[in-house]
């Protein structure tokens, strides 16, 4: 599994023109899955994710979690992280897993995190989805399983 994780201040998914998810303070996850990964990948890339120290603290260094400062989530997938833009002019999704298989990693992994007591809004699984966000810092991280 692939996560892209921004900071955010707010952000909010939208399909067709009807919002599907918004959260204030937290993370926006774009979340990509492969062909090999499986609910081990899930779990350790939620527990990563949801104790990442990536906000500030009273003396502004990275030291807290989303857990600590009581962020939310947007999860939304993204088969396009595992597009493959090596060869030509078109990338190449091989990689990405078949939906029927990522759906239920991608399930899988907003569950984990939901467990840990986080609250997780979503966009629709291979939707066109408007994604909207004020990027916090701006702070960018890329956590793989693998």
């Not at 892209?4 to 303070?25: D, W, Y």
């Not at 609910?39 to 120290?53: C, F, G, H, P, S």
């Not at 833009?85 to 569950?111: H, L, M, S, W």
């Amino acid at each position: 599994m692939r996560v892209v994780v921004q900071r955010s201040k707010a952000a909010s998914v939208t399909v067709a023109g009807e919002v599907l998810g918004q959260i204030s303070n937290g993370l926006v996850l774009l979340v990509g899955v492969t062909h090999d990964d499986n609910e081990e990948d899930a779990a350790y890339l939620a527990d990563k994710i949801v104790n990442l120290r990536i906000f500030e603290d009273k003396a502004e260094k990275m030291n807290l979690s989303l857990l600590d400062v009581g962020g939310q989530i947007l999860s939304v997938s993204q088969f396009t992280l595992y597009g493959d833009c090596r060869k030509g002019r078109r990338p190449n999704f091989t990689e990405a897993a078949k939906p029927e298989q990522a759906v239920k990693i991608y399930d899988a992994f907003n569950r984990m995190i939901r467990e840990k007591g986080v609250h997780v809004e979503t966009g629709r699984f291979g939707a066109m989805m408007d994604v909207a966000l004020v990027n916090d810092g701006p702070v960018t991280v890329i956590v793989e399983s693998k």
